[in-house]
């Protein structure tokens, strides 16, 4: 019975000191702050691992990663030895014994030094991530894909997440510019502090916000600097140059439009992207207008206020010059048949936009297989069937009569021979008789023509 009561009481005594120890353990609570800082200037790094070791009971904490200012928070529950281990990417480990007793209850901080792999003092040769966002006009944010980002001597374009990285070489604590730029939306410029973030990348990041959309009232006219004729399908854009594009590129604002019969390229009603009056520092603005057989336009300037929003429609002249192409035809002569339905073509072809004499003579006949009289290359003026002459235009060329080609109806001439300016067209030049494509069974007769380059 004595032995049952001794065994009774040292479980009842086993178990009251488990309790006491255990409320003991429970209510201890030391808080431990482990700061790490670069070696060679004491920067703080962030998201750095760390580990708190017990040397006496083998515990291992839970590991933690530093904040922005360098530093992870412990609370350990018991006195004892323990190793603060901290190592990051760039860095190897670096420990330190502290104790921690009843008097440290209030926390303690153990500082940490990290130095390079490399054996250097800095962390260099890192990478730079730069996420772009656009902010649209109904205020959603989402990653810009197609930005630019120009950073130190180069620039990128942002992938489908809105990120670019780049390879650098600034120490920790450099504050670092960047600019970026994407169609529609404002140009805007940023910066972070190299080692603010010192993982593997640090992080920057820049929101663009989209310009408003704005009616454009302009008027581009293109015109031949050799006669002001209007020049007809010419390429024109309206540019922008801006001392952030890459080797003196320029970006078309607008989108591209095509000159009309009037060579008029109209914005009117169209949206694009507005444009401030104070352009930044050497931003220029021009129109550039382009047309095979014409030179290109070079860089035309427009003043700014011509694009300023306005309901007022302004209209911009610009004036293209014939190239000198001398591989097209120079002179040819040729004879255009009213008795057969065909159709002659010259040799070579006639230079786009340059001017050429045509000169057209002879006579045929619609209704006499032996005597070819009564219509000319412009008019019908056999008495019994055009008591006065009527402007007939027997000879076509490239689908058109002579009076049409000129302008105006050409007066009669009794010798039947008529001349006539025409621009070329950069094709073979079309030549028939009107009457012999459907009725040559009782015609006769022929036309002589002689184009000649002016």
Not at 80 to 95: E, P, Q
Not at 154 to 159: I, Q
Not at 173 to 179: D, L, R, S
Not at 311 to 332: A, C, H, N, Q
């Amino acid at each position: 019975m004595k032995k049952h009561f001794s065994f009774i009481s040292l479980l009842l005594i086993s178990v009251f000191t488990l309790f006491t120890f255990s409320l003991s353990y429970s209510q201890f609570k030391a808080k431990v702050v482990v700061h790490v800082t670069a070696f060679n200037n004491d920067s703080p790094i962030g998201s750095a691992n760390v580990t708190i070791i017990d040397l006496l009971g083998g515990y291992l904490s839970k590991s933690e990663v530093t904040n922005a200012s360098g530093d992870a928070e412990f609370s350990l529950l018991k006195e004892g030895i323990y190793y603060a281990i901290a190592k990051d990417v760039f860095s190897d480990a670096t420990k330190q014994i502290f104790a921690v007793s009843s008097e440290t209850l209030q926390g303690q901080t153990i500082t940490l030094r990290l130095k390079n792999k490399n054996g250097k003092d800095d962390f260099d040769q890192k990478l730079v991530d730069i996420t772009v966002f656009g902010k649209d006009l109904d205020g959603t944010v989402k990653p810009l894909r197609g930005a630019v980002v120009y950073f130190g001597d180069g620039s990128k374009t942002t992938d489908y997440g809105g990120l670019v990285s780049f390879q650098h070489n600034y120490k920790l604590g450099t504050y670092v510019a960047f600019v970026c730029s994407a169609d529609g939306y404002k140009t805007q410029e940023s910066a972070f502090i190299v080692g603010s973030k010192p993982m593997i990348n640090d992080n920057g990041e820049i929101t663009l916000v989209k310009n408003p959309l704005t009616t454009i009232p302009l008027q581009v006219q293109v015109l031949n600097k050799k006669d002001d004729s209007p020049i007809n399908n010419a390429t024109v854009s309206i540019n922008l140059r801006t001392p952030q594009n890459v080797n003196g590129q320029n970006k078309s604002i607008w989108g591209v439009q095509y000159s009309d019969n009037n060579g008029m390229a109209d914005w009117t009603g169209k949206s694009g992207q507005p444009i401030d009056a104070d352009l930044p520092g050497k931003s220029e603005l021009f129109v550039n207008a382009s047309k095979d057989g014409f030179k290109d336009s070079k860089y035309v300037n427009i003043p700014t206020d011509l694009l300023a929003p306005s309901t007022e429609t302004r209209m911009f002249t610009i004036w293209l010059e014939p190239k000198e192409d001398l591989s097209g035809l120079v002179s040819e002569s040729l004879e255009v048949p009213n008795t057969k339905p065909d159709k002659i073509f010259t040799k070579d072809i006639l230079s786009d936009g340059v001017m050429y004499l045509i000169e057209a003579s002879g006579t045929v006949s619609d209704w006499d297989t032996k005597n070819p009289d009564g219509v000319d290359p412009c008019y019908c003026y056999i008495k019994w069937r055009c008591p006065n002459p009527e402007p007939w235009g027997q000879l076509v060329i490239d689908g058109k009569n002579m009076h049409t080609i000129n302008g105006s109806t050409i007066p009669y001439n009794s010798g039947h021979s008529y001349s006539v300016l025409y621009k070329g067209t950069g094709n073979k030049m079309e030549l028939y008789c009107s009457d012999a494509l459907g009725s040559s069974g009782d015609n006769s007769g022929k036309f002589k023509v002689k184009i000649t380059r002016q």
